[in-house]
């Protein structure tokens, strides 16, 4: 997650993450509750430029 948010404060987007929701994603992540898409998704939805 770290890395996602250098990333896209590299690139001059905001990245503005709940820390709830942070876990929630992440962890779904890894327990194959969210998909790789799901997690770009809400990235997409949750960065803002």
Do not use: C, H, P, Q
């Amino acid at each position: 997650m770290l890395a996602a948010a250098v990333f896209l404060a590299l690139n001059g987007i905001v990245a503005d993450f709940d820390e709830v929701a942070i876990v929630t994603m992440v962890y779904g992540l890894a327990a194959g509750e969210f998909s790789e898409g799901d997690f770009a998704e809400w990235l997409r939805v949750t960065a803002k430029d």
